[in-house]
């Protein structure tokens, strides 16, 4: 599956969608298909801050449990209620219902810094 073009990456496989100041959060499809059957999401609280490049959460499977790291730096302002009962929206809309927490970016130019579809899709392709 290709990368949605209009997100922004890391190469931890989390996604950052930019709506206005806020960005939105999520994990990347091939960090799903790693994990296989999601079972718990612990994204954190609202009002909790976040920082560039450090965890944020916890995304447990039936594999493993693993890190969640945030791409920018920030205030959670939501968390994803919904996972909380349907872990296992991540499996099934990586990019869309599954979406963790969206934060009030602190300094909106980190998102340059960034991968594009297109490199993450080429950088997970060397992996």
Do not use: C, R
Not at 78 to 84: D, H, M, S, T
Not at 96 to 103: E, F, P, Q, S
């Amino acid at each position: 599956m290709a990368s949605p073009s209009e997100l922004k990456y890391t190469k931890d496989h989390e996604w950052l969608k930019v709506d206005g100041g806020t960005g939105i959060v999520g994990i990347t499809d091939y960090a799903q298909h790693s994990l296989g059957d999601v079972v718990y999401v612990d994204a954190g609280a609202a009002g909790k801050q976040v920082e560039a490049a450090k965890p944020f959460g916890v995304v447990e499977s039936v594999k493993a449990a693993s890190d969640l790291f945030s791409p920018v730096t920030g205030e959670i302002v939501e968390v994803n209620a919904a996972l909380a009962d349907k872990p296992e929206l991540v499996n099934s809309d990586p990019y869309g219902a599954a979406w963790m927490l969206k934060v009030k970016l602190a300094n909106p130019g980190e998102v340059a810094s960034l991968l594009s579809a297109a490199d993450y899709d080429a950088y997970i392709a060397t992996l």
